[in-house]
């Protein structure tokens, strides 16, 4: 029995009925007296359910394969659209109208994916999970999320095959703890299984935090091949069903095309293997201290602007960076005491191989201790990093609550990490207060206390990387201008113009 009906219920006209060719919705091309955009908007109604989907003004489709969404091209939707529609040419003779079938022409398919009239009617996606993760719903509560497409979220979520259900928090603790059993961490009081905790619940629970939450890059040393580190990062992406290891860019430009290759295609997660040297990429600084991410879509002269989702990983031996990224990173360090990585025995192979077996389990752990957290009342994190304070209300405060150590804690990393600050603090220990000190003597007290290395000896070599050498070190000094470098004082850089009429002193206050 109908108990309520409203006025467009009751008094609106009765749809018109559809045109069928061959079982399927008949579609008419445009042409004489058909606007491109009328073809346009019903197109979208009959595709909108088809697996075509709108995101920042762009048609995308599904990529299950690669997990992640691709846009739609013309050459891909004149053949997809006739999977579900038959269009068709209209021409009126004698005995009437005759339906002439013919694929859409290429033009046509061109100016339908960037028309409105198309676009508005298809279904919004944001971003494409692997396998149901828990999300923040806008009335607060915390679930995890069905496969299909969830409209609030705006996430499209694969059917990993099986369900995923909570253990218990002492059974969910046990099931991380063999699994990470085998990997030396640094004697640093639990800091870095906690951040490797941490890398793997902000891949699975980052939707826990609130919009627009910054994540911190993870980043995992080691003192030796074959410590198991880019292993550690796969495990962070067991939500997937595989995570590849891909070489960081080369060059700004690789680093800037890669990081919009992500945006675009709605990836949650990125794995950068066994970068080398120093890791100094101001594309990667600007993806992580923001919650979007824009540049010029190559071939195009538009751009395209998406949310910086992924989670970026990172591993490398010995690896350095800029003191932009320690603030936006969390590092993990294994300490492998083996002479050679052979040596080492291991009660369970861990390998991406046999990652399938253990799916299933780790994501009901992970699932168990968010569900843990969230009725214990969701505590925040002991210690907060401004470069991502969310994180540590919500991520951090998950992995203490489970009892593992702060992730947010301050790494104190050997000759690793932000070697420049660490090296400009030894330099500026030893600078007598009120003293100015030329840029060379800057550089031969550097050479003295073993401080910036690299830079050091290439200036004192000579040759044709020494300008470039001693600009860089000039930079890099300059840039702790007006910082409290000691408890003395502050650090005070005078003068403009190349590196060699630069000079340096100590002030107090």
């Not at 061959?22 to 979208?44: M, Q, T, V």
């Not at 659209?81 to 109208?97: L, N, Q």
């Not at 990429?281 to 923001?290: G, I, Q, R």
């Not at 991406?352 to 968010?370: D, H, S």
Request: neutral net charge; charged residues 25%.
């Amino acid at each position: 029995m109908k108990l309520a009906t409203t006025f467009a219920e009751d008094f609106a006209p009765a749809a018109a009925p559809i045109e069928t060719i061959n079982g399927k919705p008949a579609i008419r091309l445009p042409g004489d007296g058909r606007l491109l955009s009328e073809f346009a908007a019903e197109l979208g109604t009959l595709l909108a359910g088809e697996g075509v989907f709108a995101r920042k003004g762009v048609a995308f489709i599904l990529d299950a394969e690669a997990q992640a969404l691709a846009p739609a091209t013309s050459g891909w939707l004149r053949t997809w659209a006739e999977r579900a529609v038959v269009p068709y040419r209209a021409r009126v003779d004698a005995s009437g109208e005759i339906k002439i079938v013919r694929s859409m022409a290429k033009d046509v398919a061109d100016a339908v994916l960037a028309a409105p009239q198309f676009l508005e009617k298809l279904p919004r996606v944001d971003r494409v999970h692997p396998c149901p993760m828990p999300w923040l719903r806008g009335d607060g509560r915390i679930e995890l999320l069905e496969p299909g497409l969830d409209a609030e979220s705006g996430t499209f979520t694969l059917d990993p095959g099986f369900a995923i259900e909570p253990f218990p928090l002492g059974e969910a603790r046990m099931v991380l703890e063999i699994l990470l059993g085998e990997f030396p961490f640094a004697e640093d009081r639990g800091r870095s299984k906690g951040v490797a905790i941490a890398a793997m619940l902000s891949v699975f629970a980052q939707g826990i935090m609130p919009p627009k939450s910054i994540k911190p890059v993870f980043i995992y040393l080691a003192n030796a091949e074959g410590s198991g580190k880019t292993t550690l990062a796969q495990l962070a992406g067991l939500p997937y069903r595989d995570t590849p290891a891909e070489p960081a860019p080369r060059d700004e430009a690789e680093w800037a095309k890669k990081l919009l290759a992500v945006v675009i295609s709605g990836r949650r997660l990125v794995l950068l293997d066994n970068i080398k040297g120093r890791l100094n990429s101001p594309s990667l600084e600007a993806y992580t201290s923001s919650a979007t991410f824009s540049n010029r879509v190559l071939g195009a002269s538009r751009e395209f602007a998406g949310e910086a989702g992924a989670v970026v990983l990172i591993t490398g031996n010995g690896l350095a960076w800029s003191p932009d990224l320690r603030r936006r990173s969390l590092a993990v360090e294994l300490f492998m005491r083996e002479l050679k990585a052979e040596d080492r025995k291991f009660r369970r192979a861990l390998t991406p191989a046999t990652f399938a077996a253990i799916r299933r389990e780790a994501l009901c752990a992970m699932w168990g201790i968010v569900v843990a957290w969230d009725r214990a009342g969701r505590s925040k994190g002991t210690r907060r990093n401004s470069s991502f304070p969310e994180w540590c209300d919500t991520i951090a405060g998950v992995v203490e609550f489970a009892g593992w150590g702060c992730p947010s804690a301050p790494a104190e990393l050997e000759g690793m990490g932000d070697t420049d600050t660490a090296d400009f603090a030894d330099l500026a220990e030893v600078m007598e207060p009120g003293r100015e000190y030329p840029f060379a003597e800057m550089v031969e007290l550097a050479s003295e206390l073993g401080a910036f290395e690299g830079l050091v000896l290439q200036i004192e070599e000579g040759g044709k990387a020494s300008s470039g050498a001693r600009n860089r070190l000039a930079r890099i000094l300059s840039g702790f201008n007006g910082r409290r470098a000691t408890a003395a004082g502050h650090f005070v850089c005078k003068g403009k113009g190349h590196a060699r009429r630069f000079s340096m002193m100590v002030a107090h206050e």
